[in-house]
Every structure is written in C-alpha cells, then in structure tokens.
C-alpha cells in the first residue's frame, strides 16, 4: 500500500495550507486515519485523528482550534485543513490508518513538507 501525501508548502505565519492523503488503489475507509508530523530533530508525532466514519476526531494540543481533520470515504481520500500557521508547525507531515490502540496500520509514505515562515 503507498500512501501518498500532498498539499504541503511554504507559508507565512497566519497562513493557511489544506493536505490530502490518498492510497491509490487501496481503501481504508474500515479504518480510524491520522495526520502526523516530525520536524526536524524531533520524534513523529500525532496531529489528529478521525474515526472511520467521519464522526469522532480528536486533535493534539498544540493545533485544537487552527486543524481539522475530514475524510470522504467515497473519494478515499483523508483531508488536513491547516489555518492560522505557526512557525513551530513546520515539519513534514504524514497520514496513516491506525488501530483502535493507535498503532499504525500501514507504511509510512513519503510526507509533504510544510514550512512556516515568520
């Protein structure tokens, strides 16, 4: 399975970017997905996440309120709108499908890279 990740950029602080995640070829609409992300010198860590339906998400601290996470099942695709950047959210940013133990169920694709400049 690849993930294949996009919408990634360079924006300045208070800008907005919108990521997509797609799995050309596999579905993973049975399956809770994430956006995560590691910045440089840093561990990957959890952005959001979203049940399999689209209901629940939950989001990290430091992006409540500026992220939200949205699925359309019948296009496979998983969504990351990102408003009111900040410099610390740069990094590159990945998706994944994840189990109920918030274990990662697939390979990791290549990310898309977003920088936040002041």
């Known amino acids: 399975v690849h993930l294949v990740e996009s919408g990634g950029g360079s924006v300045q602080a208070g800008g907005s970017l919108r990521l997509s995640c797609s799995a050309p070829?596999?579905?993973?609409?049975?399956?809770?997905m994430a956006w995560f992300r590691q910045a440089p010198g840093k561990e990957r860590e959890l952005v959001a996440r979203?049940?399999?339906?689209?209901?629940?998400?939950n989001y990290a601290d430091a992006v409540k309120g500026r992220f939200t996470i949205s699925r359309d099942n019948a296009k496979n695709l998983v969504i990351l709108q990102m408003n009111s950047l900040q410099l610390e959210d740069t990094a590159v940013y990945y998706c994944?499908?994840?189990?109920?133990?918030?274990?990662?169920?697939?390979?990791w694709g290549q990310g898309t890279q977003v920088t936040v400049s002041s």
């Open positions: 979203i049940g399999s339906s689209g209901i629940t998400t």
């Open positions: 994944n499908a994840i189990y109920g133990n918030g274990a990662t169920a697939l390979g």
């Open positions: 070829g596999y579905t993973f609409n049975d399956y809770a």
